[in-house]
């Protein structure tokens, strides 16, 4: 049965607030790395047994050291994953190739212009976890583009659709912020569910989309929240 959007929101507040001191967490490190965390300061007692002044005033203080260590650890860890498809038995290495020669061009079409990868990369060495979304779009493979013309025979066509299909992957591998993404988890480790929380205004809505969702341009620049969900179905 399919889970409502009610539902969706329910999930959305219960893990936000079961992970609320790890978004604490993520916060902290965050101003660490960028070095806008505040402290409380006060004016020293003049004399012995005085009270301190009330504080006077935060501003931040900072290291150099937490932007340092992710620095020299994003170096060692954002070299792309060496693809390889190995055959199961030797009469099957030419198929083999051919997968993995698929996998790597799914790798690489499926990105766009942003490097996923490095981006979850990036965001495991602050945070200690990375999130990416694969998702099937399979009306890249349609439309008139992929419609056969009057004076086109067999030979014409399938050549054609050969190269729409090499150059318009029907996968769409997106990054995906940690900061306020939370999963559900089975009772053996593995991810069930995963809702993930945004704001977005009403024209990044529309643009994203479309009219169905944001049928007016009225008030545009309005935030407003949005929830992804995703499960093992």
């Given amino acids: 049965m399919a889970i409502t959007a009610k539902e969706i929101a329910e999930l959305a507040k219960e893990r936000g607030e079961f992970y609320s001191l790890q978004h604490k967490e993520d916060d902290e490190a965050w101003q660490r790395i960028h070095q806008t965390h505040v402290i ?3 004016e020293p007692p003049a004399r012995r047994g ?3 002044k ?3 005033k935060q501003f931040p203080v900072g290291s150099g050291m937490a932007a340092w260590v992710r620095r020299q650890r994003f170096s060692y860890l954002a070299t792309h994953p060496f693809l390889r498809v190995n055959a199961p038995a030797p009469e099957m290495q030419r198929k083999a190739n051919r997968v993995e020669l698929a996998l790597k061009h799914a790798w690489s079409g499926s990105q766009g212009f942003i490097d996923v990868w490095v981006r979850m990369v990036d965001d495991a060495i602050w945070s200690g976890r990375g999130w ?3 998702l099937y779009v399979p009306s890249h493979w349609a439309g008139d583009d992929f419609e056969r013309l009057p004076d086109e025979d067999d030979d014409e066509f399938n050549q054609r659709l050969k190269l729409l299909k090499a150059g318009r992957l029907p996968l769409i591998w997106r990054h995906v ?3 306020d ?3 559900v988890l089975g009772p053996d480790g593995d991810l069930e569910q995963v809702v993930e929380m945004r ?3 009403r024209a990044k809505i529309r643009t994203a989309y479309g009219p169905k969702l944001v049928p007016t341009t009225e008030n545009v620049s309005q935030p407003l929240q949005v929830l992804t969900f995703a499960d093992r179905q």
């Fill in 40 to 42: 409380e300061t006060s």
């Fill in 181 to 183: 993404t939370w999963p």
């Fill in 199 to 201: 704001q977005m205004t």
């Fill in 177 to 179: 912020p940690v900061r």
């Fill in 132 to 134: 990416g979304s694969v």
């Fill in 50 to 52: 005085q009270k301190p």
């Fill in 54 to 56: 009330e504080q006077l």
